[in-house]
C-alpha cells in the first residue's frame, strides 16, 4: 500500500498540519505497511510549456487563474523577466518584460536547441512513474477523436517549404 500525503505549505515552509497528517499516514503504515510519499508543489516563479496545441490549452487558464499575463511563444532568454518573441507574423520580434510574481510563459521550441539530458540516464534528480486513476463522478469520457495527417507538426519538421 502506498500513501500520498498532499502537504501545505506557506512562504517556503511546511505547515503544521501537515505534520499531524503524516503521523496519521504513519498509522495506517504500521498496520498495513507500505511508503509513504510527501508532495509539495508550490512556490514557483516560471510556468513554461511548449507553444504546442498542450500548452496553448493549458496555459492560458493557468494565468488566468493566477491573474497573470502570460509571454507567449518566446524564441530568447534576455533575463528571469524579459523575453524576446516574434510579433506581426514573425515580420519583428518584440522584448517583454514580465512584473508579475509568476511568469507563465509558452515556448517555441525552434528557438532553443534540445536539452542533451532528456533520458534518465544523465541529470540529478530521480525520474519515477506515477499511476494516477482519477475518479470523478460529475464527468463522462464519451470519445476522443485524432485528426490524422500524413504532415509533421510545424515545430518538428525538420525542413520547412513556403
Known amino acids: 500500500m502506498s500513501i500520498l500525503v498532499l502537504a501545505e505549505h506557506h512562504d517556503g515552509a511546511l505547515a503544521c498540519a501537515t505534520a499531524h497528517v503524516v503521523s496519521a499516514a504513519k498509522q495506517i503504515v504500521k498496520e498495513s505497511g507500505g511508503d509513504i510519499d510527501v508532495l509539495v508543489a508550490g512556490d514557483y516563479t516560471h510556468l513554461l510549456a511548449a507553444a504546442s496545441t498542450t500548452g496553448k490549452n493549458v496555459l492560458p487558464r493557468v494565468a488566468a487563474l493566477k491573474d497573470v499575463a502570460q509571454i507567449s511563444e518566446i524564441i530568447a532568454v534576455e533575463s528571469p523577466d524579459t523575453f524576446k518573441r516574434p510579433i506581426y507574423a514573425g515580420n519583428a520580434i518584440a522584448t517583454v518584460q ?11 521550441t ?18 519515477e512513474a506515477v499511476d494516477v486513476v482519477a475518479d ?15 504532415r509533421p507538426e510545424l515545430g518538428a519538421a525538420r525542413v520547412v517549404i513556403s
Open 98 to 108: 514580465s512584473e508579475d510574481a509568476l511568469k507563465v510563459i509558452t515556448v517555441r
Open 110 to 127: 525552434t528557438g532553443f536547441d534540445a536539452c542533451p539530458d532528456r533520458g534518465t540516464e544523465s541529470g540529478s534528480a530521480a525520474v
Open 136 to 150: 470523478n463522478a460529475q464527468s463522462t469520457f464519451l470519445k476522443e477523436e485524432l485528426a490524422k495527417s500524413d
